[in-house]
């Protein structure tokens, strides 16, 4: 569904162009950014649903160390 | 160049390395940013959509290689947490080391992961008839699953997990440094040193890849880089390619798979030493 949502904005925001069309891309790309991280967000809440804790806990200790990793490449760099 | 014509360049060309990219795990930003500069961009310009190209196309092959077992979830979240350590570590590195000599050195790893594939032999792991279709997937509280192959099911678990979590965290510190994504390191090191099967390799490979880009893109639109209607252009073709990718994966064979995945790895290879 998100798929979808995001190609269909990135076609409209290049077939509209203007102000719309650079909003229509900049949701597309917003939505996209956000999609691999959500899928690991899900992972995590199934894993701990099925009480396959182990696996649950590396995926929130990797959604930490991604957002760890961007806060101090923006602080250090 | 017209407008129009450039706009449906950028979408052929992210069409077709997505394609690539994800038919072999490798991302397909290490061919699209080169075919790029040779128009009117540059490095600086090109990269952000790289990543762009490397996110589209791992979330479009995602949904086909998911339905096949072929994403491993649980083996790329352990291999990650290596891969994204080191990653962060060669990031705030990158600098300190020459970007000809680690052009050079990827290109060789590249070569040494081509030639791994190309070497062996056969398939490792075979289909087992005693399996149904519902058994394809992941184990639970395993890194073991089954994947399915022309309609027959492979079980399959991976081994050599220490040693390939370091790999990959040398892996990610090397990426960090040179600032790609990696698939091409990733998917040889998976497949050749944790014995996964080479379609699963490659499906686990785009799927940890559009994370690493994911955050990488972040960083890059904090600074400013990303042009969003550009970006958008990357985001049809490679929405499209990804999901050709992961089709035409469903279809060949392991083997085939793995040449394939050799023959881009030369073709990178060259590709980084002719822009070194």
């Not at chain 1, 590396?58 to 602080?75: E, F, Q, W």
């Not at chain 2, 590195?93 to 000599?101: K, N, T």
């Not at chain 2, 040889?188 to 996964?196: G, K, N």
């Amino acid at each position: 569904m998100s798929l979808v949502t995001a190609g269909v904005a990135a076609a409209m925001g290049v077939l509209l162009r203007g102000d719309i069309g650079l909003w229509l891309d900049v949701f597309a790309l917003l939505l996209l950014g956000t999609l691999p991280a959500l899928r690991v967000v899900v992972l995590a809440v199934s894993w701990s649903r099925t009480r396959d804790f182990a696996f649950a806990a590396a995926a929130v200790v990797l959604l930490l160390l991604m957002l760890l990793g961007t806060i101090l490449v923006i602080l250090l760099k | 160049m017209s407008d129009t014509i450039r706009d449906v360049l950028i979408i052929a060309l992210a069409l077709l390395t997505s394609t690539v990219g994800s038919l072999g795990g490798l991302g397909g930003a290490i061919l699209l940013v080169p075919l790029l500069t040779f128009g009117d961009m540059t490095i600086t310009q090109a990269a952000p959509l790289g990543l762009v190209s490397v996110i589209a196309g791992s979330v479009a092959a995602g949904r086909n290689q998911s339905q096949d077992g072929a994403v491993n979830h649980r083996f790329a979240v352990v291999t990650e947490l290596g891969a994204t350590s080191g990653a962060v570590v060669g990031v705030l590195l990158s600098g300190a080391v020459s970007e000809q000599m680690l052009t050079w050195f990827l290109a060789c790893l590249a070569v040494l992961a081509a030639a791994g594939g190309a070497i062996r032999k056969g398939v490792r792991w075979k289909p087992d008839a005693s399996l149904g279709a519902d058994s394809v997937g992941e184990h639970h509280g395993s890194l073991s699953g089954v994947y399915r192959l022309n309609e027959q099911q492979v079980p399959y678990e991976p081994s050599r997990m220490t040693l390939g979590v370091c790999l990959m965290t040398v892996a990610g510190v090397v990426t960090g440094l040179a600032g790609v994504g990696g698939g091409f390191l990733k998917t040889p090191l998976s497949s050749e040193v944790m014995r996964l099967p080479a379609k699963v390799a490659a499906a686990t490979s785009t799927f940890t890849i559009g994370l690493t880009a994911s955050t990488a893109l972040l960083l890059m639109a904090l600074d400013g880089r990303v042009v969003a209607s550009d970006a958008a252009l990357v985001v049809l073709g490679s929405l499209v390619g990804g999901t050709v990718g992961s089709q035409l994966q469903r279809h060949l064979s392991p083997p085939v798979v793995r040449r394939t995945t050799s023959v881009v790895l030369v073709v990178i290879a060259v590709v980084m030493v002719a822009r070194a």
